[in-house]
């Protein structure tokens, strides 16, 4: 068995385990086990990926090819390189986190973690294709559970949520199909055959009027998955009503499939048209970038303020993509990692704060530092890492998107870059402004005196994210190279 | 004529011997429900045996025609066919029994089943019209089948009239073409059209008769009124076999005898592809009762069949008769769904299905599976289906069409997701208490669901009725 479909071989036997789970404690125990033996294959993989790379030097490695639909020629055709291998680990680890932090799930908890890993499912899968057939089925079956998940478990306005989420989404993904098929049928451009095979259209050059054409469809069928502006509505939403699992799992790992896809999709594979058409997306991107963090700071519900904190990072990294430089491109893909372990991070302690005190406003609350301790402190980290604080994963993803960002010499660039760094002081702004509101000061509520402390299984998973966040602070390199390295043939064809 | 060339006919030879059979049957027993087992039970042998290869050939004079698509496409109605009696069998028994209408029942369904057999295989016009009358006059009494209920009866009255009117137009548009022609044989006349206004008449006129067989806009207003008064079992028929045999022939005669009118046919399918698509989806999202709603539905799933039809060469006809194959298990597992909470309780409205997960989860899966086949979401089956029609209509270089149909499915994902919701989502203070169907419903909804499941991801299917798709 090849070490690529393992992926998604152990989360479809857990899915089918799980089927046959009577109560909650046995379906936490075979969610947890499932996505326990994932979270080790991930750092397997690690290894084996560096081991292969001495001496195998192509583009994907661990490359298996099957035959799936003779006709269309649609294959599932699966590879990853150092930027998949680093996602598949942050999703292993979200994945993991989030069974941890839904470890008292009462309602319906067989069909929760169901849903949960069906989630995962697509987004490993994502992660592993090379056939962009095969990567739209995964993209679709990623999105698709959240409806359930969203709908069943959540709070708040959650019909509402999950329905404008879904049906953006699945609206995004409408719009990328029509991109997918204009790439298919273009890619016998040079004579050959046509093929929904990535690496294999790369080789071709797709006539430029086409890529003109079907560029900001594949971008924006993508983008929306990452937030861009004008079409992050359903974001906020869907985080506010989800439950605390699902926010981790949706911002940590489904909304980077949006600028994996922009990478590997549509700017890989158009790169004319990307050329063309990125000034325009840059200024999208950089209304999105400083209108999240502006609405951050004037709302007042936690998960609103992570959420638009959401769309202001996401937005740096479409910024940093429509650089079209190696740097900016580095400092992209250690960004979707790093604000994905810190958003997850967030989401959860949100969570285990609303758990106690049922609320999420941040005026109701205070002092919070004193009575619990341990996650009031883990939420100061979240927060610096968030505001970029050298020694975090932040502070070197966003140091190498404004490096490559200044690397552009002209006035539009510039002005576009001065922006987007502007928009780091006022994450500051609205970062310590939590902090300093909800958890200093004098205890505002009698009550909070008696909240109970954070749980072993509630510590477990808020450490397995702390953990890479300052790994990747304190010693970046090993990621850096990893990636960087993936990143040259990509950069190659822009030039 | 040699026995051989009899056996070509196979599939209508096998069914009149078994409404004969069921006939006399029904004159000599006394249980009535026996009948009807043996009947399913004859019919089911007709369906397996359907599956020995066959090969291509004429008949009559070439009034007669078969080959190995063809013969596909009809066992997928007969497998259709028989899910529908399977999961007709509680309906039978507690209704029709009773009234000693059960043997009709299935009489009429093979009778109409056997006119959808001839139509598909015309090489001729007038054998042509000859299949259409006998596969709607008996589905006109199906649907006033319970002649008590003022709907049923009401429904049967709009069938017959609208149906009636439209093998008219049909007739008088073969006319014309006859008398452009001065032949109503297929092979003859595809040779002999020219562009000429009375040709390209007759055309539209023909075009709109198998419209109304499609319920493609304008000519779907009998559409939810019909489904919504048959009885259920006759909704699910009217809506896969009835449109899937309508569906064939039309694209054979679009394919073959129509070819000189090419630049016409993509305008015409153009507009209405968009026409059905949009007016089904936008009537569907409005629907409170779950056999009006999927009648709309099914509107808007016609309207995406057209885009297939957009090809024309073998990737449209495959993706067409596969798209079919797909939608006759995907609808049939959701008419079963509601015809087993019809049985059980009467219950046939969206409001009512509030809270179902929580009483009768598996019914509530299949119905989700049916409805993400429906809607085209992988990885069942209806995703690869849809997929693969807007494919062929790319290949053709209509992507702003495929635009508009991708944001039709976005608009349809959204009713589809109430009825989701509906189930899933929201808890009733009165939900439908759980029950057990019976074996045969059981069995009938789990073929489906297989169906639904493996079509789509098992990729030899289609590769297999892409290979079959020569006209």
Known sequence: MDILTLFLIVPVITILVLFFAKNLQQARVIALIGMFVQFLMSFHLVYAYFQERKTNQDLMVFQRDFVWFEQFNIHYIIGVDGISVAMIVLSSIVVLAGVFISWKMEELPKEFFISLIVLATGVFGFFISLDLFTMFVFYEIAVIPMYLLIGIWGSGPKEYSAMKLTLMLMGASAVLLVGILGIYFNSNADGGALTFNILEIAKVNIPVEAQKLFFPLTFIGFAVLGALFPFHTWSPDGHASAPTAVSMLHAGVLMKLGGYGVFRVAMYLLPEGSMLWANFFIVLAVIGVFYGALAAIHQTDLKYINAYSSVSHLGMVLFALLMLNKTAWTGAILQSLSHGFMTALFFALIGMIYERTHTRDVKKLGGLLKVIPFISVMYVIAGLASLGLPGFSGFMAEMQIFVGAFQHPDMFHRIATIITVSAIVITAVYILRVVGMMLMGPVKNEEYNTLPQATWYEKTGVLLLLIPITFMGVVPFWITEMVRESIQPFIERLL | ?471
């Open chain 2, 1 to 471: 004529m040699s026995t051989e060339s009899f056996l070509l006919m196979r599939h209508e030879i096998i069914l009149t011997v078994i409404l004969l059979l069921v006939l006399v049957a029904e004159i000599f027993s006394k249980n009535k429900m026996i009948v009807f087992y043996v009947a399913t039970g004859l019919f089911l042998v007709h369906t397996v045996t359907g599956f020995i290869p066959q090969q291509e050939g004429f008949l009559f004079g070439k009034m007669y025609h078969t080959n190995e698509l063809l013969h596909f496409v009809k066992n997928v109605l007969n497998v259709g066919v028989l899910i529908i009696l399977l999961q007709s069998s509680g309906y039978i028994k507690e209704k029709l029994v009773p009234g000693h209408k059960s043997s009709e029942f299935v009489m009429l369904i093979f009778a109409s089943l056997l006119g959808m057999y001839f139509m598909i295989s015309s090489g001729n016009f007038l054998m042509f019209y000859m299949g259409l009358e006998l596969s709607a006059l008996p589905i006109a009494a199906l649907v006033a089948f319970e002649t008590m209920k003022r709907r049923s009866a009401e429904a049967g009255i709009k069938f017959i009239l609208l149906a009636a009117l439209a093998s008219g137009t049909s007739l008088f548009g073969v006319s014309l073409l006859y008398a452009s022609t001065g032949t109503v044989y297929f092979q003859e006349m595809a040779a002999l059209l020219s562009y000429s206004s009375l040709s390209i008449t007759g055309f539209i006129f023909f075009f709109a008769g198998i419209a109304f067989k499609i319920s493609l806009v304008p000519f779907h207003f009998w559409t939810a009124d019909v489904y919504e008064g048959a009885p259920i079992g006759i909704t699910s028929y009217l809506s896969v076999i009835s449109k899937g045999a309508a569906v064939t022939i039309l694209t054979i005669i679009l394919f073959t005898v129509m070819q000189t009118f090419q630049e016409v046919i993509h305008i015409l399918l153009y507009i209405v592809a968009l026409a059905t698509m949009f007016i089904g989806n936008l009537f569907a999202l409005r629907q409170k009762n779950m056999k009006r709603f999927l009648a709309f539905s099914s509107i808007a799933q016609a309207g995406f069949i057209l885009l297939g039809l957009m090809a024309n060469d073998q990737l449209g006809i495959s993706t067409v008769v596969y798209f079919i194959t797909i939608y006759v298990f995907t609808n049939l597992a959701a008419f079963g769904v509601i015809q087993a909470i019809s049985l059980k309780t009467g219950k046939e409205d969206m409001e009512d299905y509030t809270g179902l997960y929580r009483t009768n989860p598996r019914l509530s899966l299949v119905m989700m599976l049916a409805l993400f086949s429906l809607a085209g979401i992988p990885p069942v089956a209806g995703f690869f289906g849809k997929f693969f029609l807007f494919t062929a209509a790319a290949s053709k270089g209509y992507y702003l069409l495929v635009f508009l149909a991708v944001v039709n499915v976005t608009i349809s994902l959204y009713y589809y997701l109430l009825v989701i919701r509906a189930i899933f989502l929201r808890k009733s203070e009165n939900p439908i208490p759980f029950f057990k169907s019976d074996l045969m419903m059981k069995i009938g909804l789990l073929i489906t669901v297989i169906g639904v499941l493996l079509i789509g991801l098992y990729s030899p299917v289609y590769q297999y009725i892409f290979d079959l798709s020569k006209l």
